[in-house]
């Protein structure tokens, strides 16, 4: 039973361009979400993240959108480099469970110059 | 500099045959976790621990073992390796549970 899922496995951006990337939840418990960055041969960087309180979070060329209603994050890059290709993750976790984090299977992002 | 070590970076070894993944963090961090990436499947959680002498299962605990002996390390165990264990393993830490994960740069472990 996949929770967090990211239904495209990968997305081709046009340097400059925005870069959207979307993930959906199904367990209403859910109460806070974090984007993660990926290299080859490197372990998941941190992004941005999003508490439940609050709709929308921007950290420089980075914004996450949450729907509460819709079980749905989007994270936009505006403008988007070539350094931005990698795969990035969605993940969630639930306050009442502890230190359980559930991740989406990722999406591959590549940035054509 | 802050970071998570984990050792091997790469592994390979027989059915059954004993392993230990090390993991090591020097932030002072209480939550400690193993994951695991496959393909099409992402990073599924095995274990995690809350704090020292506290572990709790996570998605995928079959076949592993964590101890929590100390504050920074929080080592991995198979104990009878499977061809189906054969995975890209990383082991993180964070402050809170409202704080992000620090990722290790992975152990790529083949089980033939």
């Known amino acids: 039973d996949q929770q967090v899922k990211q239904n495209s496995p990968s997305l081709s951006v046009q340097e400059g361009r925005i870069s959207i990337l979307n993930c959906d939840y199904t367990?209403?418990?859910?109460?806070?979400f974090l984007w993660y960055k990926k290299y080859p041969a490197e372990g998941p960087t941190f992004l941005i993240s999003?508490?439940?309180?609050?709709d929308k979070n921007e950290d420089g060329r980075f914004t996450v959108f949450l729907n509460k209603s819709a079980k749905h994050l989007s994270l936009h890059i505006v403008p988007s480099q070539p350094g931005d290709s990698a795969v990035y993750f969605c993940a969630a976790s639930a306050e009442s469970s502890g230190d359980k984090l559930t991740f989406g299977t990722g999406t591959r992002l590549a940035v054509r110059p | 500099e802050a970071q998570v070590t984990q050792n091997p970076r790469y592994l390979i070894t027989v059915t059954g045959k004993k392993l230990t993944v090390t993991c090591s963090q020097n932030m002072n961090h209480e939550y400690m976790s193993w994951y695991r990436q496959d393909p099409g499947l992402g990073l599924r959680q095995i274990y995690y621990?809350?704090?020292?002498?506290?572990?709790d299962k996570g998605d995928v605990p079959e076949g592993y073992k964590v101890s929590r002996k100390e504050k920074r390390n929080f080592p991995l165990i198979l104990e009878s390796p499977s061809p189906n264990q054969t995975s890209l393993y990383f082991c993180?830490?964070?402050?809170?549970?409202?704080?992000?994960?620090?990722f290790g740069n992975g152990t790529r472990l083949t089980v033939t």
């Open positions: 999003i508490s439940s309180i609050k």
């Open positions: 367990n209403s418990m859910f109460d806070y």
């Open positions: 993180a830490s964070r402050r809170d549970p409202n704080s992000p994960l620090h």
């Open positions: 621990s809350m704090n020292v002498e506290v572990t």
